[in-house]
């Protein structure tokens, strides 16, 4: 049997992240197709709170197995945004099977831990200038991880003047390409709301 799964993310580059989800559920030994719906191309899209997002995907589809709810944590803890998901859900479908999908400050902060990935998709796999990136039982505390994957990014494709310009305006792209290459069992792995988000997961998956 294969269940239906929805996540919510915070932003476009953000949706590969349904591709790990589905893949961290297989080896749990579940399948499940996750998807993530593309608000922005509606007409009339619901607003950004979670339960108007949830409000509008239950009018006119069957409540769907799982729910993964992808929020960077930004200014808040932890502990508020994930109050904020369960009374959202709570509100419009209570007892919805939902996993929080929560970074520190933002998902940045996953994707500065693999230092080698980043090289990759600045295009020079073999550099070693240093990235200027914190160690690993750093990243979490960052205050500003985009702001540091943004010069991580550069320093590593070796760029300057209106080539490093050029560069920095395809940081979207660069992003989104570091989401979908995200190494699960590399070093994220080592980082506390990533094993959050494996312990939660394998709880949920549990108990369907």
Not at 77 to 94: G, T
Not at 116 to 123: E, N
Not at 150 to 170: E, M, N, P, V, Y
Not at 176 to 203: F, I, N, T
Request: hydrophobic share 40%; with cysteine.
């Amino acid at each position: 049997m294969i269940r239906r799964a929805i996540l919510f993310t915070d932003g476009v580059s953000d949706r590969p992240l349904a591709a790990h989800l589905e893949a961290m559920c297989v080896e749990r030994g579940v399948r499940v197709n996750v998807t993530a719906p593309e608000f922005e191309r509606l007409p009339n899209p619901p607003g950004l709170r979670i339960s108007d997002r949830l409000e509008f995907l239950l009018r006119g589809e069957q409540s769907p197995d799982l729910l993964f709810v992808h929020r960077d944590a930004e200014k808040l803890n932890v502990e508020q945004r994930l109050s904020e998901i369960d009374a959202a859900v709570q509100q419009v479908r209570a007892g919805l099977p939902t996993v929080p999908v929560i970074p520190v400050r933002m998902t940045e902060a996953w994707l500065l831990a693999d230092q080698q990935l980043i090289r990759r998709v600045a295009g020079r796999p073999n550099s070693t200038d240093d990235l200027e990136i914190p160690g690993l039982d750093r990243l979490e505390s960052i205050p500003d991880p985009k702001g540091v994957l943004q010069r991580a990014l550069a320093i590593a494709s070796g760029t300057s003047g209106r080539h490093r310009k050029k560069f920095d305006r395809r940081f979207s792209s660069h992003r989104r390409l570091l989401v979908e290459r995200l190494d699960r069992s590399g070093p994220v792995s080592h980082l506390s709301r990533w094993q959050a988000l494996e312990s939660d997961l394998g709880r949920i998956l549990g108990a369907l």
